[in-house]
């Protein structure tokens, strides 16, 4: 068993479900024409991983508010790497059956990080709140 701590943002099923996505996507990604390699397949690797990288930041934030707002921001990263999976199919780096497999993975993670939107906005216990109720 390991000594180091397990920090917040690692207990989320949606930071495992959009890490988990951000590798299935690193793989996929390599297959894409050479010339999309610093174009394209940079957006999509920089957008997926923000996902992850916002769910860590947010998590250190004081208040609800403040970890909603990187919330909101993974959110926005799951939309663009949407976006370029659409592109993608349409420039037929990407096959239909991945492209509509990847669309549900996006779909699940915007359901759980909607759900943590929302209890992050509507949390009492954050430290920025209870220090304004004392």
Do not use: W
């Given at each position: 068993?390991?000594?180091?701590?397990i920090?917040s943002?690692?207990?989320?099923?949606?930071?495992?479900?959009?890490?988990?996505?951000?590798?299935?996507i690193?793989?996929?990604?390599v297959?894409?024409?050479k010339?999309?390699q610093y174009?394209?397949?940079?957006?999509i690797?920089?957008?997926?991983?923000?996902?992850?990288?916002?769910?860590?930041?947010g998590?250190?934030?004081?208040?609800?508010?403040?970890?909603?707002?990187?919330?909101?921001?993974?959110?926005?990263?799951?939309?663009?790497?949407i976006?370029h999976?659409?592109?993608a199919?349409?420039?037929?780096y990407?096959?239909?059956n991945?492209?509509?497999q990847l669309?549900?993975?996006?779909?699940k993670i915007i359901n759980q990080?909607?759900?943590?939107?929302?209890?992050?906005?509507?949390?009492?216990?954050?430290?920025k709140?209870?220090?304004?109720?004392?």
């Amino acid at each position: 068993m390991s000594d180091y701590r397990i920090y917040s943002f690692e207990k989320l099923e949606v930071y495992h479900e959009a890490l988990d996505l951000c590798v299935k996507i690193y793989g996929i990604v390599v297959n894409f024409p050479k010339e999309e390699q610093y174009d394209l397949v940079r957006q999509i690797k920089r957008a997926m991983s923000g996902v992850t990288a916002n769910l860590a930041e947010g998590s250190g934030r004081a208040s609800g508010d403040d970890q909603a707002r990187f919330t909101n921001m993974a959110y926005a990263s799951v939309l663009e790497v949407i976006n370029h999976f659409n592109l993608a199919v349409k420039l037929r780096y990407l096959d239909p059956n991945t492209h509509t497999q990847l669309r549900l993975s996006f779909d699940k993670i915007i359901n759980q990080l909607n759900a943590l939107y929302k209890y992050q906005i509507n949390n009492e216990q954050t430290l920025k709140k209870r220090v304004k109720k004392g």
